[in-house]
């Protein structure tokens, strides 16, 4: 009944940007916080950027400054510009929204990811 999409993934250069959307569609009441996250092949998931309904946001400490999360409540979507790209963000992609579906707790989803390539 929900299902969050992905998309703007893609191969750029170092110093180059991207601009990466997740859209959730279904059946539900609202949802809370949003969030991206990333990995590498043989690393585990990390958190990239969080961001809550009312629009306070954290990030880790490596993209501060460079990554910028954001969300449209009304087209239940969330952004993520990507700024001053470096190797080392390299990953795939992914998701995750705390949504609220009637008669029970919020519930996190998952989109499936999108691969961020930066190389030269």
């Known amino acids: 009944q929900v299902q969050l999409v992905e998309s703007g993934g893609g191969l750029v250069q170092p110093g180059g940007s991207l601009r990466l959307s997740c859209a959730a569609s279904?059946?539900?009441?609202?949802?809370?916080?949003m969030g991206w996250y990333r990995q590498a092949p043989g690393n585990l998931r990390e958190l990239v950027a969080v961001?809550?309904?009312?629009?306070?946001?954290n990030y880790v400490d490596s993209v501060k400054g460079r990554f910028t999360i954001s969300r449209d409540n009304a087209k239940n979507t969330v952004y993520l510009q990507m700024n001053s790209l470096k190797p080392e963000d390299t990953g795939v992609y992914y998701c995750?929204?705390?949504?609220?579906?009637?008669?029970?707790?919020?519930?996190?989803?998952w989109g499936k990811g999108t691969l961020v390539t930066v190389s030269s």
């Open positions: 961001i809550t309904r009312t629009g306070r946001s």
């Open positions: 279904g059946t539900f009441f609202s949802i809370n916080g």
């Open positions: 995750k929204a705390e949504v609220v579906q009637w008669a029970q707790s919020p519930t996190d989803y």
